[in-house]
């Protein structure tokens, strides 16, 4: 779970996060979270995953 965390934390951090990237992040940050449902920041990483999502209108439906 801590791999996958560390992959997607890096890919939230990226300078460049676009569309893809924020879909592999969460990808990620959820794999991390089903093998450890108590892992605490692999949540707030997902939820600014999600924030970056917002900001920039990535997902097709926002209410989703």
């Known amino acids: ?3 996958l965390f560390l992959k997607g934390r890096e890919l939230v951090r990226a ?4 569309r893809e990237i924020f ?8 794999r991390a ?15 600014l995953a999600h924030i970056h999502n917002y900001k920039n ?3 097709e439906d926002p209410d989703a």
């Open 1 to 3: 779970a801590h791999d």
């Open 15 to 18: 300078a460049d996060i676009n």
């Open 23 to 30: 879909r592999q992040a969460v990808e990620l940050l959820n």
């Open 33 to 47: 979270i089903a093998l450890d449902p108590g892992y605490a920041q692999a949540y707030a990483w997902l939820a």
């Open 57 to 59: 209108s990535w997902k």
